[in-house]
């Protein structure tokens, strides 16, 4: 994180005037080789995503009971993933991903971690995830996959099978995704700004993720037409560039939390973004935290 760069993003996110229209990212999959790879490399252990993965992980995981299968949609490489079945041994890990490249790359990744088939990528559109033979889900997460839709009406498509997902299965659900800033100059100075020593094709990447993202009012409706009230949502505090929701299962209860195995916080550097985001950003987003046999863990 450059953080000159953080301070110059955000006064021009307060004092400019709203002129961004979304415009979809210009490939619905990202499979070229340099794109595959730029993607793979930042969610690595002292990646600039890992403390963006171990917040979702945590909140994730708050979600499932013990022994819970959770379906991702839109997983890229599966590093998420893994850092969430790290911490959760007892839970099997489905994600669905449009690009065959990213399926292979996380899979063999899976393999060499013990984790595959408990943990497996599988080919597939997000918006027909419904034709899936599931028997059961404990819960279903989209982490920065929305943009990837090209239209509404795809958003649309997608949370009309969360919300019959819910209904079938009584399975949670958790959402993070970007929010569209006001300006094109803004989405340009992001990833030079949260990223400054990624590849250019992982920033290009972020830059046109950004365009394409939808704001939490244009969210929030329709999650509530199809889970109810028992959706919430934050928009991050003070780095309005992030949005969060999330909705309990039906049947969720409090022995669900402290299943977490894995630290408390990533080592080192990302440790200690992922500390500042937390409190920063989504203070009040509640969290899974770490059982007794993983605590002192970092």
Not at 125 to 144: E, H, V, W, Y
């Amino acid at each position: 994180m450059n953080l000159p760069r953080v301070i110059k993003m955000l006064a021009l996110e307060a004092f400019s005037a709203d002129s961004l229209v979304r415009e979809p990212e210009p490939s619905a999959a990202m499979d070229s080789a340099d794109n595959v790879q730029a993607f793979d490399q930042q969610g690595l252990r002292e990646g600039p995503m890992m403390p963006l993965y171990h917040f979702n992980s945590l909140a994730i995981s708050r979600l499932l009971p013990e022994g819970g299968r959770l379906l991702d949609l839109g997983s890229g490489s599966g590093r998420l993933l893994a850092h969430l079945a790290a911490g959760r041994p007892d839970v099997e890990i489905v994600g669905l991903e449009l690009a065959q490249p990213m399926v292979d790359l996380g899979n063999r990744m899976f393999e060499r971690a013990s984790l595959f088939p408990r943990v497996r990528l599988e080919l597939g559109d997000m918006t027909a995830f419904g034709k899936q033979p599931f028997d059961r889900l404990d819960a279903i997460s989209i982490n920065l996959a929305l943009e990837h839709l090209p239209d509404f009406g795809a958003v649309h498509t997608l949370v009309a099978q969360v919300g019959d997902a819910a209904r079938k299965f009584g399975c949670g659900f958790w959402l993070f995704n970007h929010t569209r800033p006001k300006t094109r100059a803004i989405a340009g100075l992001f990833p030079e700004a949260m990223t400054p020593d990624a590849p250019a094709h992982f920033k290009e990447d972020s830059r046109n993720s950004l365009i394409a993202s939808w704001r939490y009012s244009e969210v929030l409706p329709v999650l509530r037409s199809a889970l109810g009230d028992r959706v919430q949502g934050r928009v991050s505090r003070l780095l309005p560039f992030y949005l969060a929701f999330w909705a309990d299962s039906a049947t969720r209860r409090e022995t669900t939390t402290g299943l977490w195995q894995g630290p408390a916080r990533p080592p080192g550097k990302a440790g200690q973004e992922f500390a500042m985001f937390r409190a920063l950003l989504f203070p009040g987003v509640p969290l899974d935290t770490p059982g007794k046999a993983a605590r002192g863990k970092v």
